[in-house]
């Protein structure tokens, strides 16, 4: 079994709070005597069990927010943080190589990795996180390695469903997946159903999937939709085609701010193409399953340092 790499939620109290009711009296208009009711009593004491439940709530909530805001890295604030980041998580087979390992090690490894990014995101505030975890081009890599990693796509999905519930991260699986192992088609569609209503974190998992092919995709679309009289072509905007991409089940924050690739490599490799358009783009050195809090951390700063203009000119 896995272990759990979400935050415990909410954390407990080490000193639970305790309020005594005072008996109020009340005065009787009619006759200037003190009196008490026993339903007058019972309703104050009703009132005032319900403050100190409400209270007793109140303070495990409260001192995880605390503890939220203190568990950001150094140098980080939380209104500069991406909203969505994208990551290209390269370097597992070479990870492997360097050890005299198999590339099934580095795969290993790199699921490991990709755990902990997912629960750095999701306790950080991240709203979208968004992972390269398998190209269209991958399909021409061996039998072994390629059965191997099915099976572990289908062990992140099986192993941290009960996590992704407490956690409130909604999971979607974009790509061809036509492609994919039936078994694996029925568990990417039961994760997204299930995870549907989360809104803490959006978790969206790329399997076989290919930028250029999804533009593709869309375009077909819409030439139906104008075939069948639906749609003008003048009234094709850029709004229009990414409605039409995979990447529209993430309706909040469909553009990453961030995108990383781990490994020292230097390109995009067909991801995220028309998402990535003003992307700030950070390259790591560290193969992939090395890649961790530091790594991450020092990504996020990077971006933060950044001034993003869109096209526009800024005065400083």
Not at 37 to 58: D, F, G, I, W
Not at 78 to 104: C, F, K, Q, T, Y
Request: hydrophobic share 40%; proline share 4%.
């Amino acid at each position: 079994m896995a272990t759990s790499f979400l935050l415990q939620w909410p954390p407990t109290s080490s000193t639970p709070l305790r309020r005594r009711c005072s008996s109020n009296m009340i005065k009787n208009p009619t006759t200037t005597t003190t009196t008490t009711t026993a339903a007058v009593l019972h309703k104050q004491r009703a009132l005032c069990c319900h403050c100190v439940r409400s209270a007793e709530a109140a303070v495990p909530a409260a001192a995880a927010e605390e503890e939220e805001e203190a568990q950001l890295p150094e140098g980080l604030t939380r209104e500069s943080l991406p909203r969505h980041v994208a990551v290209i998580m390269d370097g597992n087979s070479r990870w492997a190589r360097a050890r005299g390992l198999p590339s099934s090690a580095g795969h290993e490894a790199g699921y490991r990795s990709l755990r902990e990014i997912v629960r750095l995101s999701h306790k950080w505030g991240i709203k979208a996180l968004t992972v390269y975890a398998f190209s269209t081009e991958n399909w021409h890599r061996p039998k072994d390695e390629v059965d191997f990693l099915m099976m572990l796509f289908e062990r992140l999905i099986k192993d941290n469903v009960d996590e992704f519930m407490r956690g409130g991260i909604r999971v979607s699986i974009i790509g061809d997946l036509s492609k994919l192992p039936k078994s694996l088609q029925k568990l990417a569609k039961e994760i997204e159903e299930s995870t549907i209503n989360n809104s803490r974190l959006n978790l969206i998992v790329a399997i076989s999937y290919s930028g250029r092919s999804d533009i593709v995709q869309a375009c077909r679309k819409i030439a139906q939709k104008v075939e069948q009289g639906l749609l003008e072509p003048a009234d094709i905007t850029e709004s229009v085609i990414a409605q039409e991409l995979e990447t529209n089940c993430n309706i909040e924050f469909p553009y990453p701010d961030l995108l990383i690739r781990s490994s020292g490599e230097l390109r995009l490799s067909n991801f995220l193409l028309w998402e990535s358009a003003y992307a700030e783009l950070y390259f790591a050195k560290t193969y992939w399953p090395d890649f961790g809090e530091a790594d991450y951390a020092e990504a996020l700063r990077s971006f933060q340092r950044r001034q993003r203009r869109f096209g526009l000119r800024i005065d400083t």
